[in-house]
C-alpha cells in the first residue's frame, strides 16, 4: 500500500477505531491499517506523544 504524503496513526487501538468511525457516511466503510516498523537503519516517523510537540499527547499519534 502506497500512503503519499503523510499518515497520521495512533498506538491506541480505541482511539484509531475513533478517528476511523468518526464521521463516516452511510455509504462509506471504515478501514484499519495495522502496521509493523522495523528501524533498520533510520526513524521514518514520529512519535507525538509529548505535549512539547502535541495538543493532544494521550492520543499516542505516530506521523508516517
Known amino acids: 500500500i502506497n500512503l ?3 499518515a497520521s496513526c495512533s498506538q491506541d487501538l480505541d482511539i484509531a477505531m475513533g478517528f476511523a468511525l468518526n ?3 452511510n455509504d462509506k ?3 484499519l491499517f495495522a502496521i509493523s516498523m522495523h528501524n533498520y537503519v533510520s526513524n ?3 512519535r507525538m506523544n509529548s ?3 502535541s495538543a493532544f499527547p494521550k492520543e499516542r ?3 508516517l
Do not use: D, T, W
Open 44 to 46: 521514518r516517523f514520529i
Open 51 to 53: 505535549r512539547a510537540y
Open 61 to 63: 499519534e505516530v506521523l
Open 4 to 6: 503519499p504524503g503523510n
Open 23 to 25: 464521521g463516516l457516511k
Open 29 to 31: 466503510k471504515a478501514v
